[in-house]
């Protein structure tokens, strides 16, 4: 989890106001969590023509386990390059803050291969359809193969200041956050309802204990982060939950266990 | 503007019922158009390590004429990479469409190389810095360089079916489409506001000649598309404009001679 530190002009450094050995998703959990999320991506390849130069395209993928699937036609520049020279990658970004370079983005490095009828393409084939069921309608295409990217290694940037090469066990045995799919119900949920709740874990779990309020601001498996208002100023807070969590009840139940907690040890006692 | 055939069951081939030589954006200006309205990509350089794979990152880029420019970290693997091979493509691609192989993308291959200080790497500055202001705050970081794309090759995907080599004289020649900034403004008024006008332009210039209702669906500088409800179904109609338009006035008054000289042309009169 190397943070590589830019050339800037000197300046203050924050002090952490929460546990920095709390629970945190890997790097190589991130990166499948992100990847996982979404079904398009650059393809890079070494171009035929103009020869020995990168080449990006789009393409749609989808993941069997820690392999990137593509279903591309051999009419395409992309295959034409991967059949002289399997060296490939796949870039996977996320997008929506408004600042591009905060998002999250993952490439992955391998060697690409065609793979031929058996076992291997039929696990592919209904991999690649569950997230594209569209793509039934030239599934039986004759100039349509399916490829497999090894992957051999793994950049992740989580924006900025987070960044680093992925073990690749790390990235071959980590699974997608199972809260991902429902963060955000959980954020709003608790943001609109229970922001008293969050500025009250702010003061007893942290040293953050002149917070007049609290916004979530992201959850993942193992806990969930807070802008906490402080006299100083926004700060932020990481709190784990008693126990990693896979659905939206046990978040559920994890909030309230917390909140006991805060009641018992804290203020509300 | 050559189009690639898949291998699909053969099928009926639909008339074109509209002018095939009716002036239509090159390729090189509807790639422009797309980059030029886009600010972030993938840069494709070749690897340090795993040495010789191609290497895709997530970007910033500003167009300075012809060629993109970006504004990189020395620490940032593709910095590193360019150091020792300056070969690289930029990748952009439209995003919107419901069906991700149906929009626009771009690669632009060529050498890579940093801007010393001069002239050059003020007009690239100016230019980053228009379409990023925010960059404005890292701007004098002792480790970020501009770096230019010299393009030397252009793969033009404008979704199923519509592809080519650009040819390098279209790309550098050509401007980005002055119509793109407002074209959803003109094609949602005239969906809107004069649906009546669409239809009787199809029935007096085009073959589509018991169109009951028609829709637009593009508009550039050339002319604009609709989508002509025929008793054979829907069907793509494209006409020109009396001269290249530039402006929404331009485009109104091209609407308005193009329903004067269909009123006297045709029903109307």
Redesign the interface.
């Known amino acids: 989890m190397a943070v ?5 002009p000197a300046g203050e450094t924050e002090e952490l106001l929460y546990d920095p050995d709390v629970p945190t998703p890997t790097h190589g959990e991130r990166a499948r969590t992100l990847v996982d999320a979404l ?9 035929k ?2 020869a ?7 393409v ?1 993928f989808a993941m069997d386990g820690p392999s990137p699937i593509f279903f591309i ?1 051999s ?3 992309h295959t034409k390059n991967l059949r002289l020279d399997g ?5 996977v ?1 996320e ?1 929506g803050d408004a ?3 905060a ?1 999250g ?1 993952v ?1 992955l ?2 060697p690409c291969h065609e793979l031929e009828p058996g076992e291997a393409r039929e696990a592919a084939k209904e991999a690649y359809l569950a997230a594209h069921p ?1 793509a039934s309608y ?1 599934i039986d ?4 193969g399916f490829w497999k990217l090894d992957v ?2 793994v ?1 992740y ?1 989580g924006g900025y200041g987070r960044m680093s090469w992925v073990g690749l066990e790390d990235w071959r045995e980590s699974s997608p956050d199972p809260v991902a799919g429902f963060a955000r119900g959980v954020i709003d949920h608790m943001n609109e309802d229970h922001a008293d709740a969050l500025a009250l874990y702010c003061r007893v779990f942290s040293r953050a204990t002149d917070t007049k309020a609290a916004t979530m601001t992201g959850v993942d498996r193992y806990g969930f982060e807070m802008s906490a208002e402080t006299a100083r100023g926004p700060r932020p807070i990481r709190l784990a939950f008693p126990s990693p969590i896979a659905s939206s009840e046990e978040a559920r139940r994890a909030m309230v266990e917390l909140l006991q907690r805060a009641r018992a040890a804290g203020e509300g006692a």
Chains 1, 2 share one sequence.
């Open positions: 590589d530190a830019h050339s800037r079904a398009t991506g650059t393809l890079c390849t070494i171009a023509d103009p020995g130069f990168p080449y990006g395209s789009f749609t036609s009419l395409a520049e060296r490939a990658s796949l870039l970004a997008g600042d591009p370079l998002n983005r490439t490095l391998g569209n030239y295409y004759a100039d349509f051999e290694a950049r940037i």
